[in-house]
């Protein structure tokens, strides 16, 4: 599954694929896991220096961010709720 939501500053990208971990001892079974992973896309505007000052105003919000991704990842995909979700699908197959 993957999903996004846009926020503020750019636009969340959430993904939740199911997997196996394997220990290095191949003589125990493997785990089946499900992967929760986030990416946060941010179009930078300016030019020049005001480029820069632009990123490192971007990065000073990493605490506000992973917040968001972890209230999602709690509220919507941990506690059953994700039915109720307001992000947009995308449609792996397309691209």
Same mark, same amino acid.
């Given at each position: 599954?993957q999903?996004?939501?846009?926020l503020?500053?750019?636009?969340?990208?959430? @993904? $939740?694929?199911?997997?196996v971990l394997? /220990?290095?001892?191949?003589?125990?079974?493997?785990?089946?896991i499900? @992967?929760?992973?986030g990416?946060?896309?941010?179009?930078?505007?300016?030019e020049?220096?005001?480029?820069?000052?632009?990123? #490192? &105003?971007?990065?000073g919000?990493?605490?506000d961010?992973?917040k968001t991704?972890? &209230?999602?990842?709690?509220?919507?995909?941990?506690?059953?709720? @994700?039915?109720?979700?307001?992000? /947009?699908? #995308? &449609?792996? $197959?397309?691209?």
């Open positions: 599954m999903y996004t939501y846009n503020s500053q750019g636009r969340l990208s959430l @993904s $939740a694929r199911e997997g394997r /220990k290095g001892d191949q003589s125990e079974e493997p785990t089946s499900v @992967s929760m992973t990416t946060i896309e941010h179009v930078l505007r300016q020049g220096t005001k480029r820069l000052e632009e990123l #490192i &105003d971007y990065l919000n990493w605490q961010n992973l991704y972890t &209230d999602l990842v709690n509220n919507y995909f941990l506690q059953g709720g @994700s039915t109720k979700l307001w992000f /947009k699908p #995308i &449609d792996l $197959a397309q691209g």
